[in-house]
């Protein structure tokens, strides 16, 4: 699918794109609306909370829409895909998209780490000293400090191997390794509400995982938590992070 400016080479395409654009200007306008209304009954201030734009499996048009409706952040959780969707996107050169920034959700395997190192703003899931190492690694090679955020596991010993994260029982270890290499920032903590769990009660445990790190980090303050369907819960406990994709992008196609 083509959407590049003025592309309206293929039949339709270009009425396609326009529906498309407007689903998604749509789509922002009521998640903004949810948000503001989360943070008043929170009293938080609406500037205190961000959103990353989750376009894992849409396509490198939609990040094009999302960059000129003015979107800045978004989320990506595979590694190959992420690096060709943001080179293809920026070689479009369209409005907007030099100043996205890409965050890295996800699972992160090592020997990805480097080329994530390169182009992240943010990753959100390191969950291990060796992933830390790895990331240390390819950020020192990009020659760049990488803004780091550690994954806590809120299943507990149940702890959910696809989704990844470090329980809580681990996170010193972990946050200390991210604080001590040279080449990473710990810039706060990221986690996802555990499948059928009440998310209040799994963020008001991330909230107090992450106050004990800033305890010992003051500059950690990012809290990532908080999706498509917990984000009013996840701004009650004070992320300042949201993730979110469905509510803007609607069902996400299969997996390819
Ligand atoms: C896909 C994804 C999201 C967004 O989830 P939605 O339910 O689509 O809002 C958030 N965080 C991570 C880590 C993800 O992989």
Redo the contacts with the bound molecule.
């Keep these: 699918m083509s959407v590049a400016p003025g592309g309206a080479g293929e039949q339709g395409g270009a009425e396609g794109a326009v529906a498309r654009r407007e689903e998604l200007a749509a789509a922002l306008r009521r998640l903004d609306d949810r948000v503001a209304a989360a943070c008043a009954a929170a009293g938080r201030g609406r500037d205190e909370v961000g959103v990353?734009v989750?376009t894992?499996t849409w396509p490198a048009s939609d990040v094009l829409h999302l960059a000129a409706l003015g979107v800045r952040d978004v989320?990506e959780?595979r590694a190959q895909e992420a690096g060709a969707k943001r080179e293809e996107v920026l070689a479009t050169g369209g409005p907007g998209t030099g100043d996205l920034r890409w965050h890295a959700?996800?699972r992160l395997q090592r020997n990805k780490a480097g080329a994530v190192a390169a182009w992240a703003s943010l990753v959100?899931?390191c969950d291990s000293e060796r992933l830390a190492a790895a990331l240390d690694r390819g950020a020192g090679a990009a020659g760049r400090v990488l803004p780091v955020l550690v994954q806590v596991d809120l299943d507990g010993d149940e702890g959910d191997e696809a989704?990844g994260g470090v329980p809580v029982p681990g996170l010193p270890a972990v946050v200390d390794a991210v604080a001590a290499a040279g080449s990473l920032r710990l810039d706060g903590v990221?986690a996802?509400a555990p499948r059928g769990a009440d998310p209040a009660a799994a963020f008001a445990r991330l909230a107090d995982a992450a106050a004990r790190v800033r305890a010992d980090h003051p500059g950690a303050t990012v809290l990532s938590a908080g999706?498509?369907?917990d984000?009013e819960q996840a701004v009650a406990a004070g992320a300042t992070l949201l993730?979110?994709?469905?509510?803007?992008?609607g069902a996400?196609p299969p997996l390819g």
């Design positions: 990353v989750t894992k989320g959780a959700l996800g959100h899931s989704r990221m996802v999706m498509s369907d984000l993730r979110v994709g469905r509510a803007v992008l996400r």
